[in-house]
């Protein structure tokens, strides 16, 4: 098998690949916030929190995915590892598919901000800035596996 020829296939067809595409981003996004918590760098604490202020600044009909897919890359960048950006920026497009797809079946407008996840975002950005690599985990945890559920409607 030649690595890197298969992204082609990893296309999201099914709820089944759905959940396989969250499960993989929940293990790079809590390692990340972990990491970034661990760190604690200043810069990038202020990018994270820039992408969580444009997020809560969206207009009527501006979509949600990509100003939310900045949170999560600002998180990632804030883990100062390559990877884990390299990671989940390949993903974007399996990760939009997700949402998209079940916003329409739950007939949600791509516009509307769940306070739900405001609220997560919080907890992770506040866990980053106190250096709390543990919580920050955690956070991120409850804020992927939250996810699941308001997406797919079970848990991973």
């Known amino acids: 098998m030649q ?7 990893l296309a999201i067809n099914t709820v089944f690949d759905m959940k396989r595409c ?3 981003r929940q293990i790079v996004e809590c390692a990340a916030a972990e990491d970034a918590a661990r760190i604690r760098d200043a810069n990038s604490i202020s990018k994270i929190e820039l992408a969580q ?3 809560d600044e969206l207009l009527p009909g ?3 995915f990509e100003a939310d897919f900045a949170f999560h ?21 399996q990760i939009k598919l ?7 079946l ?26 709390n690599p543990a919580a920050a ?4 945890n409850f804020h992927m596996k939250q996810s699941v559920i308001r997406l797919l409607g079970e848990d991973m």
């Open 106 to 131: 739950q007939d949600l407008p791509q516009d509307m901000v769940v306070p739900r996840v405001v609220g997560e975002h919080d907890r992770i950005i506040a866990a980053i800035r106190e250096g």
């Open 73 to 93: 890359m600002a998180v990632a960048e804030a883990a100062q590892n390559p990877y884990f950006t390299f990671a989940l920026g390949t993903m974007h497009n």
């Open 137 to 140: 985990r955690e956070a991120m």
């Open 62 to 64: 501006d979509h949600v």
């Open 53 to 55: 202020r444009k997020m």
């Open 3 to 9: 690595f890197g020829s298969g992204v082609q296939s």
């Open 98 to 104: 997700t949402v998209e797809f079940t916003r329409k």
């Open 22 to 24: 969250m499960r993989f």
